[in-house]
């Protein structure tokens, strides 16, 4: 099976810029893989922002953004804010198959 | 406005089956899309476990395909989870949601296996 990585943790400053990165082991990231990003705060269900690469849904800030990037897929925030503080996961899709990535949990400091 | 539930026993014991099932409310399932179930261990990731779409066909994650059985009734607008055998690794929440495009899912259910 598949092992998608992501940056344990990054911290940004509040109104900075940042960008998440997801990996697949097994080579580039592309929009076959159908890429998703997904927003956990404590105690609360996770939240999707981002499906099929780039694609928001009505919910989703405009200051999230998604996109491929180096050979992974990527989540940008451009002018992060505190509310913006959380786990935040990438999901692949292989062949109908999703594998989440370990999270990587976001400060806004 | 769709919304999904979950339900189920919040306690199952070791070696047994766990069993839950998600309501739909909102949108038919029969009309399109995959649904399916995603779990989270107490203070960890997420973890996708299966989809099914409503004429049957399903998609397992490999490391728990052995033991997952996924099923979906369309008349009550509902699809269901089946996970044989477990153990406390299997404690978790359990979440249902659409896994086309990922907009809706429900609140999650705590599972805890022990005896």
């Known amino acids: 099976q598949a092992v998608v990585t992501q940056e344990p943790s990054l911290t940004v400053s509040p109104g900075g810029k940042v960008t998440l990165t997801c990996g697949s082991s097994t080579g580039a990231v592309t929009s076959g893989h159908y890429p998703y990003w997904i927003q956990q705060k404590p105690g609360q269900a996770p939240r999707t922002l981002i499906y099929?690469?780039?694609d928001k849904h009505s919910w989703t800030p405009a200051r999230f953004s998604g996109s491929l990037l180096g050979g992974k897929g990527a989540l940008t925030l451009s002018g992060a804010q505190p509310e913006d503080e959380a786990e935040y996961y990438c999901l692949l899709t292989y062949s109908g198959v999703g594998v989440f990535g370990g999270g990587t949990k976001l400060t806004v400091l | 406005q769709v919304q999904l539930q979950e339900s189920g026993p919040g306690l199952v014991k070791p070696s047994e089956t766990l069993s839950l099932t998600c309501a739909v409310s909102?949108?038919?399932?029969?009309?399109?899309?995959?649904w399916g179930w995603i779990r989270q261990p107490p203070g960890k990731g997420l973890e996708w476990i299966g989809a099914?779409?409503?004429?049957?066909?399903?998609f397992y994650n490999p490391s728990l395909k052995s033991r997952v059985t996924m099923s979906v009734d369309t008349s009550k607008n509902q699809f269901s989870l089946k996970l044989s055998s477990v153990t406390a690794a299997d404690s978790a929440v359990y979440y249902c949601a659409r896994t086309q495009l990922l907009p809706y899912w429900g609140q999650g259910t705590l599972v805890t296996v022990s005896s």
């Open positions: 099929d690469t780039s």
């Open positions: 099914i779409y409503h004429t049957g066909t399903t």
């Open positions: 909102g949108y038919s399932i029969s009309s399109d899309y995959y």
